[in-house]
């Protein structure tokens, strides 16, 4: 079969792991019954959905490429040693920001994909294996086409602004596409590495559930690493720089680690001044032994996706089962129980429910750089831990959306609901408390002004996470909902994020004006506003049957 | 004495402008099975799914043994649902999700235990209460759900199309179940398309098409409708649901090819 036709094919099976990608967040939800304008419509979003995630990463690689490249290359001094390290600083740098956040976008398409049985749905066309195998790897191209375009762009075109010469040229783009093609494995390998060992890993005992959280911990670092890159690009590759600079001769045995032996390979092809020949000779071997790595990595990938996608799902593990016992708890305790179970398996709600940590942990380190942590940089912190805290509700409610047209049948009152929901978000938000406090610790900060209006703030919080619940649950309970029907309905998400904005920043307000007017007033005061909000919103959602 | 269980009156169920359910009305009593019988997109998973309040009403009265759906967890207590397309909680596994299932219904452990061995052994389930709902056949997931619907002792039961994917033994243990939970005075309402089930198992049969009821009552009843001494449910269903028509020239034709 022409390539041509095998691109022409592999449309169409992208077209379908996207829609399955977006609506496996909402499996077992009440789609529209009649219409097919609606279905239409659905299928159509899905596809939006999976290109907007796709620009927003290239933007991301774009803008954070060109902030690492040339911010990093033109601040650190003009004598060519300088420069020249820190052009393998940037390099190094934008080359793990490329690996990084195109496997964060890939990875839940990707997990589809292995998930999916498409492989099995190709083979009984009649097409030869061989086919199948490249329709797949063009559905693997067509997931990440735009952001390893846009990689490849920005860095030939920053590295070509900077005055680099065709030397370079040709070195970087033999690092991006070994970028490229490593990211590519390893999107599939953590694909396959969630697939086998926590979406299809079942067990009962202690031990397994905590083997379990620990894959998904493995799971999700990608995404991690890569929210620390784009909060500290410049840093990082300010960092990349300084540390090839301040090593010794002999760890600059570096130059044979990835991503460092190609930024080492493109410096020394752009200047071949003060060229150091073992270095030299380090790099260039180093760069093609990893460069014979993405060769075999290619062909691993190829035979990876064409046996997964046949095996699909019944690779499942299969426990000894010793009896049936249950231990039933009340209906709250339930619903809390029984969200955790599903985002411990669900690594969309997993990074979703660690985010305020990992947040805190952030926002503490960008604000330790101020001399002291007083009120206004606590409230600071406070202002985006409480944003990233609000964006917890609509994506625990979204849980309620999977099995929805079975799940409804349910006896399930809203309030029991909303408590549950709310129950578990002041778990979260306690545990950012924790993470700060020991941030603080270890940096050795005081960050008492933090705590305590942390502390106090809770009450707020879990007041707007209350009303934002009881919105969604008003909303949709008898439609069936999930975190794509709610990303889809943007004007709703936004308007539900603004008021939950405008319930924590209420008592925010408060307490800055009283802390300018009578500043020992402050605690109290902000205290008392945020109780009143508190006992508002609780017998708000007590009146829900 | 008989009970009213399920009062259906004027229901209609409406997607944007399309009518679903035209204004049916039916009536259901306790210690019966009452078979819901329709051609395909007739209307009757949007009926069911209106009973156990998945689905809400476009217009209509719907009581569950006295209990208004409005007041849905009073109605909802009262309900075993098996759904047609059973998507369960995929991630969870069996015991998982059964252990929601008894936490959301106030169940005791004493109580819930001795039937769930009970019920696991029955349909066969117990090797897979540990494997992820998503890993197990279409058979085993409906196993599931079917053992969800019974873990609470529901007085009525409402299972859109339970036989399809469950194995012979399976299928015969649920038509039992069903029958011995009639005659233990719950009630049932039961959708099949497998036309000798429903003659065989149900009390009362409602067939369903276009969105309107265009029969109800027994077999006996319906056999007076189409004016047909004999002829076997099956018949009388492709009467009344104007489906015979032009059937046997298709079948030639087709044979013909």
Known sequence: MKVSELWRLSSTIYREISFQSIFSLRSGATLPQRGRTSINQLAKRAKTNTLISKIITSIFIGIFGFMMLFASTTTMGTLEPLRESALVGAISAFLAVVLFLIIIMGLQVSTTMISSKIVETLSVFPLTREDTSKVVFLCLIRIFDLPLITATLTLLVTYAFLGGSPLGFLASLLGIIVTGIFALTLTIGLAKFFYSKVASGGGRSKWKTLLRIIFMFVWILPSFGTYIVVNFAVEIARSFTAFTQTFSSTLQLLVIAYPFSFGFLVSFASSLQNISYPILSLSIAASLAYSLLAFYALRWLTRTIRRMGAAGAAGAMRETVRDTIVKPRTPWVGIIRKDLRVASRAPSLASILLLPAIQTVVLAIAFSSFSEVGFSTAMGILTGMSVTMLLLSPTLFSIEGLGSAYTLSFPLEKKTLISAKTTLIAFIYMLSLIVLSAVAFLMGRDFTYILTFGGIQTFSILAASMIELLIIANKYWKKGFSLSNIYAKLPTYIMILLLGIVIVSIPMTIAFVTYILMEQLTIPIFLISVLSEFMLATFIVTREK | ?257
């Open chain 2, 1 to 257: 004495m008989e009970q009213l269980a399920v009062t259906v009156e004027g229901l209609t169920v409406k997607y944007g402008s399309f009518v679903a359910v035209d204004n049916i009305s039916f009536k259901v009593r306790s210690g019966e099975i009452y078979g819901l019988l329709g051609p395909n997109g007739a209307g009757k998973t949007s009926t069911l799914k209106v009973l156990v309040g998945v689905l809400e009403p476009s217009t209509g009265k719907i009581e569950i043994f006295g209990t208004p759906i409005t007041d849905e967890v009073g109605a909802k207590s009262q309900i075993g649902y098996v759904p047609e397309e059973v998507v369960l909680l995929d991630s969870l596994t069996p015991r998982e999700f059964i252990e929601f299932v008894a936490d959301i219904r106030h169940l005791k452990a004493s109580a819930v235990n001795a039937k769930l061995e009970r019920l696991t052994t029955a349909f066969e389930i117990t090797q897979c209460f540990d494997t992820p709902i998503a890993a197990l056949s279409m058979g085993n997931k409906q196993k599931v759900a079917i053992i969800a619907a019974l873990l609470h002792e529901p007085k009525l039961l409402i299972l859109d199309e339970p036989l399809i994917g469950l194995d012979a033994r399976s299928s015969k243990i649920l038509k039992e179940l069903i029958t011995f939970h009639a005659k233990k005075g719950g009630a049932a309402i039961f959708s099949t398309h497998i036309m000798e089930v429903a003659e065989k198992l149900c009390t009362r049969v409602g067939i369903i098409n276009k969105g309107q009821i265009v029969g109800d009552g027994t077999v006996e009843d319906l056999r007076k409708l189409v004016k047909s001494a004999e002829g076997s449910l099956e018949d009388i269903f492709l009467k009344v649901t104007e489906q015979e028509t032009g059937m046997r020239e298709i079948i030639r034709a087709l044979e013909e090819e």
